[in-house]
C-alpha cells in the first residue's frame, strides 16, 4: 500500500532491549511504517480513530488509548517485556547465591530483592552493552563495536526470515531454511577456495553458487508437494538432516578438508571470494547486511508489486479461488520453494563468505534457519518487519555473548528469550489478558497459518 | 496428508492402466535385486560371512560364502519384484515387499562382512538386536507421543522437546533426591510440561501447532542448556549424577537364544516401551477413549454432536503424550548417560519420522522405530568393520525413507482428517 521502504536508512536504530521505554522509544518509529505494508487498506487509519459517535477526546487521550490498544506494536514490546521477565526468573533461580537470600525473605526481604536485582540489572545492562551501546567505551572502533556485531548477527537471519517468511505468504512452511543454508554454505565455501578467479567475479560465483544450492533444497519440497501432494512441513524437515549429514560427510573429503589440520575443517576461502569489511579492519560488519537490506527491498517489491507477489499471496490466501481465477497452483509452490531456498542459501553463504567463519565446520551455520522461522514470526511474514525482526535477534545474540562473558549468564538464555518473545506474539490474546489491553484490531493479530498436515 | 494436496494432480488414481503403484514398485525392487546380485556379488569376497547367535565371534553361527549370499539375497529381492511386477494378488503385496527389502539388506550384509579384515568378518546378531532396540527406545516414545497427540488432532512437532525436557528434569531430579523413581516421574512431568504449554498455546489460543511445536523445541533447548550450564556445569555431583536403573533379567524368557539375551536382560525402559506400544495398540482400537481420540482426530465436530468434549480429551491426550515422551527421555539420563547439552540431537524428529512412516498407529511406529534404529546400529557397526560406506549415508537412510513414504512411493500415507486444525466450537 504505502511506501514499503520509508526507513531503510536507519536499521540499526533497532532495538533496545534494556528496559521498555527505551525499547518502546526504539522501536516506535520503525515499526510502524511496517505495519502499513498490510494489504487492509483502512488498518492505520482505523487505528488511530477513537469510537465513532462519542465525543471527540483530546489527541493525548487518543495517543494513550490506542497505546494500550492490542496492536501490533504495543503486542511486540510487551512480548519482549514479558519474555525478558521470564528470562529474569531464570536468572534468579539458577543462581544459588540468590536462591539462598529466598529462604529467609520473610526476615529480610530486602536482601533477596537486592541480590535478585543486582544479578538480574547486570545481566541485562551487559545486554544492552553488548548489543547497542557501551558508554564507557573508548574510541571510535569500540563506540561502533555493539552495533557492528549486532549487524554482523542479524544478516544471515534477514535472509533465512526472509525465506520463511516468503513461504509463509505462499501458503507453505518452510523448515527447511537450515538444510537449504548448509548446501549453500557448502558450494559456496567450495566455490570460495576451488576456484581460482579474480577478486569480485569470485566473490560473485561463490555467491550465486550458494544461492542455487538452496535454491536446489528448496526445489525438492516444492516438487513433492506440488506433484505428489507430499507435506513440506515434513520433507523439509527430513531434508535438513540430509543436508546436515552431507555437510559433515563433505567436510572430511580429500580436497575439502584442511590438509593441516586432522578434525573436521575444510581449507580457509579465499580473500578475493570475501564479502568486504564496512567499517575497517577491526569491526566485524560486512557487506552482507546491505545485501539484506537490498533483498528485503526486493522481497517487497516481489510481494506487493510484482505479478508473481500477487499470484503467490493468492495462492497463500486461498489455493482453490487462486486455481479457479487461472494461476497455476503447482508452478507457484514450486517457485515459492525455489525463491525460499535462494534466500535461505545467500544467507548461509552469507555466513562463510562473511567474517562469522571462513572454513566449513560441521556447525557453521549455527542455528540461523531455524532462527529464521522465529524472526518471520515475529516480523509479521512482512519483509521489513523481518528486517527489524532480525535486528532485534542479532542484537540479543552480540548482547549475549558479552552477557556470558561478563557476567557469566549462559548464551542458552539468548535462546530461551528469542522463543518466548515469539510464543508470547504467536499468542496476542494471551497478551491481552496478562495486560488487560483493550481489544482494537484483535482479529488481524490472530496469526492464523494453520493447514495441519 | 492429502488435506494441503494439490488437486491439479490426482493423487490417487482410480483407473491406473498397467503400471499400477504395485507394479512400479515392483519394477524398482526387480532393479534393486539385480544391482544388489550383480554388485554386492562382485563386489563380495570369497570369505565366508558368519553371523554369530552370541556377543562374540564365537558360538552357533549362521555361515555363507559372501558371493555366493550376496548373489543368491539379491535374486530374491528380484524375485520378489518380479512376482509384483507380473501382477500377484493385493494381499500378496506387504509380504513380497518386505522378503525383498530383507534380501536386500541381507544381500548388503553378505558382501559388507565378507569384505572385511579377517577376524572381523563376523556378525554378532546379539549385539545387533540389542544395539537396534535401545537405539530404537526414544524413537518408540517419541513416535507414541506423536500418535498419543495426532490421534486426537493436534500436530506434535514439539517431540524433540518434550523428550530433552524429559531427560532434563529426569537427571536433575534424580539427582537432587537420589532416586532413580522420584526421576522417572520428574521425567514424566517434564515432558508433560512442554506438552501442556502445547496444549494451552493451540487448543485455547488456537496458536499454529507445527509452528508452536518448533518454537517450543527451541524453547526447550534454550532451558535446559541454560540450567545445564548453570547448575550441572558447575555442581556435576549435585545436579548430574543421576542413580540409574539397572538391567532386569525375566526368568525364562532371557534363556531364548538370540532374543533372550539381547530383549529381555534390557532395563526398565525397554519393557515399559515395548508395553506401552501395547496398551496404545489395545487402548486406541479396542477401548471407548479410543474411539473418541480417533472420531475426535477425524472429525470433530462430528465427536461434538455425540457428546464427546472435544478439548478436554484433546487436552487430556496432549499431556498423557508428554508423560510418554518425558518417560522416553529419562530412557537417556536414568540408564545411559548424564545429561549433556542438546542431548537428543534430532531424535525427536526421527520419532515423528517414524510416526509418520508408521502410519500413525502405535504398531506401524514400533516397525517404524525398529527400522530406524537398525539403521543407526547398522552404521555403528559398518563403523566398526572399517567398511567403505560412509556412516554420514547410512545417518541420512531414516530421513531418506520418509521423504520417499511422504512423496507416495512405498505406501499412501495418510494422516488423521482433523490433524493440526483447531477445534472451535459453534
Known amino acids: ?453 | 496428508m492429502s488435506t494441503t494436496a494439490v488437486p491439479e494432480v490426482a493423487v490417487t488414481a482410480v483407473d491406473e492402466g498397467f503400471w499400477t503403484r504395485n507394479r512400479k514398485i515392483g519394477a524398482v525392487l526387480l532393479a534393486l535385486g539385480v544391482l544388489a546380485a550383480v554388485l554386492f556379488g562382485a563386489l563380495a569376497t570369497d570369505q565366508h560371512a558368519r553371523f554369530t547367535l552370541s556377543e562374540t565371534e564365537g558360538g552357533a553361527a549362521l555361515e555363507i560364502n559372501g558371493t555366493v549370499g550376496a548373489i543368491l539375497f539379491g535374486l530374491i529381492t528380484a524375485a520378489a519384484g518380479g512376482a509384483l511386477l507380473a501382477g500377484v494378488p493385493k494381499r500378496w503385496f506387504t509380504l513380497l515387499l518386505g522378503a525383498g527389502l530383507v534380501a536386500f539388506v541381507l544381500s548388503f550384509l553378505c558382501w559388507q562382512v565378507s569384505a572385511a579384515p579377517e577376524g572381523r568378518n563376523f556378525m554378532p546378531l546379539v549385539n545387533v538386536v540389542r544395539g537396534t532396540f535401545i537405539l530404537a527406545l526414544p524413537l518408540i516414545f517419541g513416535a507414541l507421543a506423536g500418535v498419543l497427540c495426532e490421534r486426537s488432532g493436534v500436530v506434535n512437532v514439539a517431540i524433540e522437546g518434550q523428550l530433552l525436557m524429559g531427560a532434563f528434569s529426569g537427571a536433575l531430579f534424580g539427582s537432587m533426591s537420589g532416586s532413580v523413581w522420584v526421576g522417572l516421574v520428574a521425567a514424566a512431568i517434564g515432558g508433560a510440561f512442554i506438552s501442556f504449554l502445547l496444549a494451552v498455546f493451540s487448543i485455547r489460543y488456537l496458536v499454529d501447532q507445527v509452528v508452536m511445536g518448533i518454537v517450543l523445541n527451541l524453547l526447550a533447548v534454550g532451558i535446559t542448556g541454560f540450567l545445564y550450564e548453570r547448575l550441572m556445569q558447575t555442581d556435576a555431583a549435585k545436579y548430574n549424577s543421576a542413580p540409574r536403573f539397572g538391567n532386569w533379567e525375566i526368568p525364562l524368557l532371557s534363556d531364548i537364544p538370540l532374543l533372550g539375551p539381547a530383549l529381555f536382560r534390557g532395563n526398565i525402559f525397554l519393557y515399559l516401551g515395548l508395553l506401552l506400544v501395547l496398551v496404545i495398540h489395545l487402548a486406541l482400537f479396542r477401548t471407548r477413549w479410543g474411539l473418541r481420540t480417533r472420531s475426535v482426530g477425524e472429525h470433530p465436530t462430528a465427536a461434538d454432536t455425540l457428546g464427546v468434549k472435544v478439548l478436554r480429551l484433546r487436552y487430556r491426550n496432549v499431556i498423557l503424550a508428554g508423560l510418554v515422551a518425558g518417560v522416553g527421555g529419562a530412557s537417556y539420563t536414568l540408564a545411559l548417560y548424564s545429561f549433556t547439552k542438546n542431548m537428543i540431537g534430532g531424535k525427536g524428529f526421527i520419532a515423528l519420522a517414524a510416526l509418520i512412516f508408521g502410519r500413525w498407529s502405535p504398531t506401524g511406529a514400533l516397525l517404524a522405530a525398529l527400522f530406524f534404529g537398525f539403521a543407526d546400529q547398522l552404521a555403528t557397526y559398518l563403523g566398526a568393520i572399517g567398511s567403505s560406506i560412509p556412516s554420514q549415508f547410512l545417518a541420512m537412510l531414516p530421513y531418506l525413507a520418509t521423504i520417499l513414504a511422504v512423496a507416495g512411493l512405498v505406501g499412501k500415507v495418510r494422516a488423521p482428517a482433523a490433524d493440526g486444525k483447531p477445534y472451535i466450537k459453534g
Open chain 1, 1 to 453: 500500500m504505502t511506501d514499503p521502504n520509508p526507513f531503510s536508512g536507519s536499521p540499526d536504530k533497532e532495538p533496545a532491549t534494556e528496559a521498555q521505554e527505551s525499547l518502546s522509544e526504539a522501536q516506535a518509529t520503525p515499526t510502524q511504517p511496517a505495519g502499513d505494508t498490510e494489504q487492509t487498506v483502512p488498518a492505520t487509519a482505523t487505528a488511530k480513530e477513537p469510537d465513532p459517535g462519542e465525543s471527540r477526546p483530546s489527541m493525548g487521550r487518543m495517543f494513550l488509548d490506542n497505546l494500550w490498544a492490542a496492536n501490533t506494536l504495543t503486542v511486540t514490546v510487551l512480548a519482549v517485556l514479558l519474555a525478558m521477565v521470564v528470562g529474569a526468573v531464570l536468572i534468579i533461580v539458577s543462581d544459588p547465591e540468590v536462591l539462598a537470600t529466598y529462604s529467609y525473605i520473610t526476615a529480610r526481604p530486602t536482601d533477596a530483592l537486592n541480590a535478585s536485582w543486582t544479578v538480574v540489572s547486570e545481566a541485562y545492562a551487559n545486554l544492552f552493552k553488548g548489543a547497542i551501546f557501551d558508554p564507557d567505551a573508548v574510541g571510535f572502533t569500540a563506540a561502533l563495536s555493539p552495533i557492528s556485531e549486532t549487524l554482523t548477527y542479524a544478516a544471515p537471519l534477514v535472509f533465512t526470515g526472509l525465506s520463511v517468511a516468503l513461504a509463509f505468504r505462499g501458503g507453505l512452511f518452510n523448515i527447511g531454511a537450515q538444510g537449504q543454508a548448509t548446501i549453500a554454505v557448502i558450494l559456496a565455501a567450495v566455490a570460495g577456495f576451488a576456484l581460482p578467479l579474480p577478486p569480485v567475479v569470485h566473490l560473485l560465483v561463490a555467491l550465486i553458487a550458494g544461492a542455487l544450492g538452496g535454491a536446489l533444497w528448496g526445489f525438492i519440497p516444492g516438487i513433492l508437494k506440488a506433484r505428489a501432494g507430499a507435506h513440506e512441513v515434513i520433507n523439509t524437515i527430513m531434508l535438513n538432516y540430509v543436508a546436515v549429514y552431507f555437510l559433515s560427510w563433505i567436510i572430511v573429503q580429500n580436497g575439502v578438508q584442511n590438509p593441516n589440520r586432522s578434525d573436521a575443517i575444510s581449507k580457509p576461502v579465499d580473500s578475493s571470494a570475501q564479502l568486504p569489511r564496512l567499517l575497517g579492519d577491526d569491526l566485524r560488519v560486512h557487506a552482507g547486511i546491505l545485501l539484506a537490506v537490498a533483498a528485503t527491498w526486493f522481497i517487497a517489491w516481489l510481494l506487493n508489486r510484482s505479478t508473481l507477489g500477487f499470484e503467490l499471496r493468492a495462492v497463500g490466501a486461498n489455493p482453490d479461488a487462486a486455481r479457479t481465477a487461472g494461476i497455476s497452483v503447482t508452478k507457484t509452490y514450486v517457485l515459492v520453494m525455489v525463491f525460499a531456498g535462494m534466500l535461505a542459501g545467500l544467507g548461509g553463504s552469507t555466513m562463510v563468505l562473511g567474517t562469522t567463519a571462513t572454513a566449513l565446520t560441521p556447525l557453521v551455520i549455527a542455528q540461523i534457519g531455524f532462527d529464521g522461522i522465529l524472526v518471520a514470526l515475529l516480523g509479521r511474514v512482512k519483509p521489513w518487519g523481518v528486517l527489524l525482526a532480525a535486528l532485534l535477534f542479532g542484537a540479543l545474540q552480540a548482547g549475549g555473548n558479552r552477557m556470558q562473558s561478563y557476567s557469566g549468564i549462559s548464551l542458552e538464555l539468548v535462546t530461551v528469550l528469542q522463543a518466548l518473545i515469539v510464543i508470547f506474539i504467536a499468542a496476542p490474546a494471551l497478551v491481552k489478558t496478562i495486560f488487560q489491553l483493550r481489544a482494537a484490531r484483535a482479529a488481524r493479530l490472530q496469526t492464523s497459518l494453520a493447514k495441519g498436515w
